[in-house]
C-alpha cells in the first residue's frame, strides 16, 4: 500500500517560484502531478519514471516545471517556476505503473496542496 503526503503549497506572486514535496512511503512506481483548479476538471501536470530518467510534461507547464524524485527518501519534488495565476490549483501527488502516458492511470494519491498564484 502507498501512501503519499504533499507538502510545499502556498501564496505567491505571478513570476514566483514554489517547489513542491510528495513524501511516498511504500512501492511508488513512476510517480506524477496533477491539478484541480476551481471549477475545472483534474489535469495532468507532470510524470516522472521510477529510475527517474524519463519525465513528461503537460505542455501547459514545459520549460517552466521540473519532476525530480529523491528514491533515498521516496520522495518526489515539483519545482514550479515563472508561476503564472492560470496555475493556481489543488496540487496532487500520484502514484502507478509506468505504462504510456496517454492511459496512464495512477493507482494511488496524495490528499493535494493548495498553490495560489497572484496576479
Known amino acids: 500500500q502507498v501512501q503519499l503526503v504533499e507538502s510545499g503549497g502556498g501564496l505567491v506572486q505571478a513570476g514566483g517560484s514554489l517547489r513542491l514535496s510528495c513524501a511516498g512511503s511504500?512501492?511508488?512506481?513512476?510517480m506524477g502531478w496533477f491539478r484541480q483548479a476551481p471549477g475545472k476538471e483534474r489535469e495532468f501536470v507532470a510524470r516522472i519514471s521510477w529510475t527517474g530518467y524519463s519525465t513528461d510534461y503537460a505542455d501547459s507547464v514545459k520549460g517552466r516545471f521540473t519532476i525530480s524524485r529523491d528514491n533515498a527518501k521516496n520522495t518526489v519534488y515539483l519545482q514550479m517556476n515563472s508561476l503564472k495565476p492560470e496555475d493556481t490549483a489543488v496540487y496532487y501527488c500520484?502514484?502507478?505503473?509506468?505504462?504510456?502516458?496517454?492511459?496512464?492511470?495512477?493507482?494511488?494519491w496524495g490528499r493535494g496542496t493548495q498553490v495560489t498564484v497572484s496576479s
Open positions: 511504500g512501492r511508488t512506481g513512476s
Open positions: 500520484a502514484a502507478g505503473s509506468q505504462g504510456p502516458l496517454r492511459t496512464w492511470i495512477p493507482d494511488y
